[in-house]
């Protein structure tokens, strides 16, 4: 499975609007942040999302992700829902709706967020995104792979992050309930919310992350969901061994692994959804 990091900025981006500082003026292109975003190359060819971010059509752009055929919903905060809109093009041009799987929770936000969408007496004329919304209740099949969601908390609000093989992904959150721990045993590859250093109610600061990265000791660890008060190559030369910040354009190459032993304790989080 081939990784690219499509966002790695939190929900304002960086640089940030209007702002001076030396991180949203510096040159070099791993702080410039997109909001957060990954997208995964199955070995079968399955192109997914996971979220779409209001960056969504310049990520599509850039990185040239000419189809998408299913999206994971971390949470539907606007950082993470926003670019829905956009994928009426990937439904243009393969036909069909494209499954978008997340909590139940989540998928009644999409659902009042974008009201339009799924309001049938919206007029058709102006193209709509067909999103066929699929309630997550525990790991699934998707591209050849076992796809694993992770129950995380942001602040008091359930998320997930997805376990895929030996590589995790956990934006948003600031605590990792008792269940999920099982979850997260023998990774390669760690992707985990890392703020900024200052404490902040539904997000790891970096202190945080580095003492969670510890414990679930991963083969590697990377930071995202950075604001401009971590500038990329001094907090990378700050960190431990093995632990850097992810950066947008960043691809992981990823051998499949098997999951088998990771279902059950999947199915026990599963009351966590
Ligand atoms: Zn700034
Ligand atoms: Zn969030
Ligand atoms: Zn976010």
């Not at 799987?101 to 995104?129: E, I, N, Q, S």
């Not at 067909?130 to 699934?140: D, M, S």
Request: glycine fraction near 10%; proline fraction near 6%.
């Amino acid at each position: 499975m081939q990784i690219t990091f499509l966002g790695t900025g939190t929900s304002a981006g960086v640089p940030v609007i209007a702002c001076d500082c030396a991180t949203c003026r510096s040159e070099d292109p791993r702080d410039k942040r997109w909001r957060p975003s990954l997208a995964l190359a199955f070995d079968d060819g399955t192109s997914v999302l996971v979220d779409a971010s209001p960056d969504l059509r310049a990520q599509a752009l850039r990185f040239r992700i000419t189809r998408v055929d299913a999206i994971l919903l971390t949470h539907a905060h606007a950082d993470h829902v926003l670019g829905l809109d956009d994928v009426r093009i990937y439904n243009f041009r393969q036909g069909g709706a494209i499954p978008c799987h997340g909590a139940a929770r989540a998928l009644a936000r999409v659902r009042r967020m974008f009201d339009y969408v799924f309001d049938p007496a919206t007029p058709k004329g102006g193209g709509l995104p067909q999103l066929a919304l699929r309630e997550l209740v525990g790991p699934f099949s998707l591209g050849g792979a076992t796809v694993i969601p992770v129950p995380l908390l942001h602040g008091t609000l359930p998320v997930l992050g997805f376990r895929i093989g030996s590589f995790a992904y956990l934006t948003d959150c600031n605590a990792i309930p008792d269940a999920s721990w099982p979850l997260l045993e023998g990774l390669d590859t760690l992707v985990l919310d890392a703020l900024r250093h200052k404490a902040h109610r539904t997000h790891f600061t970096v202190d945080e992350a580095v003492a969670v990265a510890r414990r679930i000791g991963a083969g590697r660890t990377l930071f995202t969901h950075m604001t401009h008060d971590l500038p990329h190559a001094a907090t990378c030369a700050a960190l431990p061994a093995g632990i850097s910040l992810a950066y947008d354009g960043l691809q992981l190459e990823l051998a499949p692994a098997a999951t088998a032993g990771l279902l059950a304790a999947g199915c026990a989080a599963a009351g966590l959804y």
